[in-house]
């Protein structure tokens, strides 16, 4: 009797806990989403790596949530740092060497917040995100967000550092392939959106436009075969990640030809 009084006793703990649990995972959640509506992406970040550091796997929603924030908060420093590197280039070909070392040293600052938020989504990404999902399009997502967010550590970095993230970006966006090749149609939005962004890295940071037009080319021209099977709300998806696929191609191969 004391024993399953102690038992009954731990379950309700446990119960209660779990509760306390999903109240602070909503809360969250919720000014994630706030964050969201007023533009404060650092702190949207903030709130879905909290949500995400839970035992509850992110559901569609919040996987958006999560990528939006971090999307925007990245990408809001790599267009400071594209800006101020062309301020510090433009400085050193004046010869102004004052002017030049204010730019880099401001270069350097945006660099570092570009890093740590980098750093912070990769880890949250290895650690949790990849080993705890369950569907085919969480892992195909996650797989291309660790690609991402390598090669954007690469387009910043020289040497040794630049050749890390390059292999461990051509790595994710591989093993994100294998599943969404295995387990996802070819007209699926996660499929072709891996494909898009598996492509524009070969052409940016591998300086390999033969292999980003095959990886792309194939993606799109795999997909039109299918596209009519397709229900409406999806094809509307799909077919805005083929138009950029098809940009894309159009831009790569008219460079290739001039």
């Avoid at 280039?89 to 270069?107: F, I, L, P, V, W």
Wanted: proline residues 1%.
């Amino acid at each position: 009797q004391v024993a399953i009084s102690a038992r009954s006793e731990r379950e309700l703990e446990v119960k209660a806990m779990g509760e306390k649990d999903g109240a602070i995972r909503e809360h969250e959640v919720y000014f994630a989403t706030l964050a969201e509506q007023a533009e404060r992406y650092d702190e949207m970040a903030d709130h879905m790596r909290a949500v995400a550091l839970f035992d509850q796997e992110l559901d569609p929603e919040e996987r958006n949530l999560l990528a939006v924030a971090f999307k925007q908060a990245v990408g809001q420093r790599r267009s400071s740092w594209r800006i101020v590197c062309r301020v510090e280039q433009d400085e050193q070909a004046k010869g102004n060497h004052m002017s030049t070392a204010s730019a880099r040293t401001y270069r350097k600052k945006i660099e570092n917040e570009l890093i740590g938020l980098c750093q912070t989504i990769l880890a949250l990404l290895s650690d949790k995100l990849i080993p705890g999902a369950t569907t085919a399009e969480a892992k195909v997502s996650f797989h291309k967000a660790q690609g991402d967010y390598y090669r954007y550590l690469a387009e910043i970095s020289d040497d040794v550092d630049r050749t890390r993230a390059t292999t461990a970006a051509k790595v994710a966006y591989e093993d994100g392939t294998k599943v969404a090749e295995t387990s996802l149609k070819v007209t699926s939005s996660f499929r072709l959106g891996l494909a898009l962004n598996h492509a524009v890295f070969y052409y940016e940071v591998m300086n390999a436009p033969t292999e980003a037009v095959r990886i792309g080319r194939k993606a799109f021209e795999d997909a039109v075969r299918e596209i009519d099977n397709l229900g409406e709300d999806s094809a509307k998806e799909s077919a805005l990640v083929m138009q950029l696929l098809r940009d894309n191609l159009t831009l790569w191969t008219s460079d290739a030809s001039h």
